[in-house]
């Protein structure tokens, strides 16, 4: 029989197998996706059906941190413009299929035998711990008991080393650090009693105050303390700084002192008026310092000068706990009547107010992504307010709250309690399957692009036809760069060669013996043919046209580099009016005007051709009035025929014979 039961253990599993897994398609790392203002990343993934919701976030530290795009989306595909990210080369994508938290997501510690003092989380999030008169290690599925951490006395602080290995547990009478397996890896010999303690973030310096006003920095693995410094009342708050440079130190002789860490002289803040300063808190960035005053007073310091920058009051309410969104753009703090105030780092001013308790708020934490922030109250509850919708979500222990604390990945608290409880309550939704990009990918600003306008060349007959054709060659990251068009203006002389066609549109910007021809184009993203002139030739005797392409107009953002190269058009033949050679320029023609002046009349005039000339003046009747002959050596050349002294009928014609037309025009006195 033991064949059926494995055939019916392969068949069961045969779903699982079967059952495709959460992939995120593309992007799939390895790519840079350029900050052009319309360029999307296609992120797409499979293992669901169409129909299933997922949420899609992203990362630009290489999973340090992540950015919520999209809480529920379907369809296996978004899209997500470049132009909303920052350059950056450690970007990755996370899909997620989540399902809402339930009651049995949370777990409850009970094996205390005292009030629970404070939690923390393992940097790793595998396990936390707790200190009530012992130190506690537990996982965070069940309520399970993975070790205790004896101490003598009172608990004073716990804490995790960076990489989850060691805890540090401090009572009133012991401090000491133990491994993983409960081993005891160091134990300092503190002379008198703990009053606060607490190693610095890279865990390699101990701060232990003491009964007798004194503040001993002990050297990791040190037995004995290499500095002690003397205060003249007692300490009410510690706190390292970020860097673990400095020690800020609270006492009840109304101010804070910064001790450096490595010896010397300690930075003095006093700006508190009575009674002692209660809590202090650096900003995540160690910018700024906030100080708790027994005044009513929360002020802002700059932590590096100790400059007073704000000072944060509410009237007749005194605070007691205060910390700093992940940002550092807000502080949060608590206060006697229950209120919890959100301030304005950078004005001080106040941005939200709430009153989520009716006791004293004891302790306050914030989420890591900066999407909650945890208030404890002495009134027995915890609440988690939502900082993007202001929900609030409000939890109860059976006596008053001591302590909050969020996990590493934003997603749970851990309470600790007088009831002799801590709790792990989950706010955030489970991942019930997830995958990521993997490796990274970048994003990047354009490369520069680079490309060559060249007009092409070759030989025509006077009379004929000619097409130059204008390309764009030697194209270099034309696909990516921020540019919507091009300007290009062509230059020929007019003299030679006249422009009858364009597969663009052409515009004419200069006239006379120079012309120049200008279009706009599309920005190609390959070489391509921008446009195709066609000229009639209109000049012989193998005359030589250039035909240039003067600087190029690059409408855009992006750095774009556009050479020029040109080539020539050799016209042959001649053109001839009988036995003399003329010159033509079609379009531009011959102009004639009369000019009254004061003493007389002039005829005004513009040159079209090359050649012999001859101006006739005749009356109404047809009789010849005047006759003048000349011969222009240049097209465009003026002419002025002074008729001034002369009498002249009211009405008259001026006839204008050139080798290839003939002009008329009425002249009357005005």
């Not at 039961?5 to 593309?26: E, K, S």
């Not at 703090?333 to 001013?349: L, M, R």
């Not at 600087?551 to 001839?576: A, N």
Request: charged letters at 20%; hydrophobic letters at 40%; glycine letters at 8%.
């Amino acid at each position: 029989m033991s064949w059926i039961w494995t055939i019916l253990v392969v068949l069961a599993a045969l779903p699982m197998a079967l059952q495709a897994q959460l992939t995120i398609d593309r992007p799939r790392g390895g790519e840079i996706f350029y900050t052009n203002r319309d360029t999307i990343i296609e992120v797409e993934w499979s293992g669901v059906d169409d129909t299933t919701a997922v949420r899609l976030e992203i990362t630009d530290n290489d999973t340090r941190t992540w950015r919520l795009l999209a809480d529920s989306v379907r369809g296996l595909r978004y899209s997500v413009p470049v132009a909303d990210l920052a350059v950056g080369s450690l970007y990755r994508f996370r899909v997620s299929q989540v399902r809402p938290p339930d009651f049995t997501d949370n777990v409850i510690f009970r094996e205390h035998r005292a009030p629970v003092l404070k939690g923390a989380w393992a940097p790793d999030t595998l396990s936390v711990a707790t200190l009530s008169t012992l130190g506690y290690r537990w996982g965070t599925q069940n309520d399970t008991i993975q070790a205790e951490y004896p101490g003598v006395g009172n608990g004073v602080n716990i804490q995790w080393s960076p990489a989850s290995d060691r805890l540090f547990v401090a009572t009133q009478e012991s401090a000491t650090v133990y491994n993983r397996d409960g081993t005891v890896a160091w134990q300092p010999v503190v002379p008198s009693g703990i009053v606060h303690a607490a190693m610095d973030p890279g865990w390699t310096r101990l701060a232990v105050t003491t009964p007798d006003l004194r503040v001993h920095f002990f050297p990791y693995g040190a037995a004995v303390p290499l500095n002690t410094r003397t205060l003249t009342q007692p300490v009410n708050a510690i706190a390292w700084s970020p860097d673990g440079q400095r020690l800020a130190v609270a006492s009840d002789d109304r101010s804070v002192r910064l001790f450096p860490a490595a010896g010397g002289l300690a930075l003095t803040l006093n700006g508190h008026s009575i009674n002692g300063v209660l809590e202090l808190v650096y900003s995540n960035r160690g910018t700024r310092l906030a100080t708790v005053g027994a005044d009513a007073l929360v002020i802002i310091w700059d932590a590096a000068t100790g400059a007073l920058l704000h000072t944060l009051n509410i009237p007749n309410e005194g605070g007691r706990s205060a910390a700093f969104t992940a940002d550092d753009s807000v502080l949060v703090v608590g206060y006697d009547e229950g209120s919890v105030v959100h301030w304005n780092v950078a004005d001080g001013s106040r941005r939200l107010v709430r009153k989520p308790h009716r006791n004293q708020v004891v302790s306050i934490a914030a989420a890591a992504d900066g999407g909650a922030v945890v208030t404890a109250s002495l009134d027995g509850t915890f609440v988690i307010h939502d900082v993007a919708t202001g929900a609030e979500r409000v939890e109860r222990h059976a006596a008053a709250v001591r302590s909050v604390t969020v996990s590493p990945e934003s997603s749970r608290v851990l309470s600790t309690s007088n009831d002799g409880t801590a709790r792990i309550t989950r706010f955030r939704s489970v991942v019930v399957a997830e995958d990521m990009t993997d490796p990274t990918f970048a994003i990047s600003l354009p490369p520069p692009g680079s490309a060559v306008v060249r007009a092409s060349g070759g030989t025509v007959t006077i009379g004929e036809r000619i097409t130059t054709r204008i390309t764009l060659d030697d194209a270099v990251n034309l696909d990516v760069v921020d540019v919507d068009s091009l300007r290009i203006t062509v230059g020929v002389n007019a003299t030679i060669l006249d422009a009858v066609a364009s597969t663009v549109p052409l515009r004419q910007i200069a006239g006379g013996t120079a012309a120049r021809l200008q279009f706009t184009v599309p920005m190609p993203a390959t070489n391509s043919v921008l446009t195709e002139i066609t000229f009639v030739a209109t000049l012989g005797t193998d005359t030589i046209s250039p035909v240039t392409i003067e600087p190029v107009e690059v409408i855009g953002t992006d750095p774009l580099f556009v050479g020029r190269e040109g080539d020539s058009i050799i016209v042959t033949g001649q053109c001839r009016a009988g036995d003399s050679v003329r010159l033509f320029v079609p379009g531009i023609g011959t102009t004639l005007r009369a000019v009254w002046q004061n003493n007389g009349l002039q005829l005004v005039g513009t040159a079209g051709e090359q050649g012999d000339y001859t101006i006739v003046g005749v009356d109404v009747q047809g009789r010849i009035l005047f006759e003048s002959a000349t011969v222009v050596r240049a097209v465009g050349s003026p002419m002025v025929i002074d008729l001034s002294g002369q009498a002249m009928p009211p009405t008259f014609y001026v006839r204008c014979t050139t080798p290839s037309e003939t002009l008329t025009i009425s002249v009357a006195r005005p």
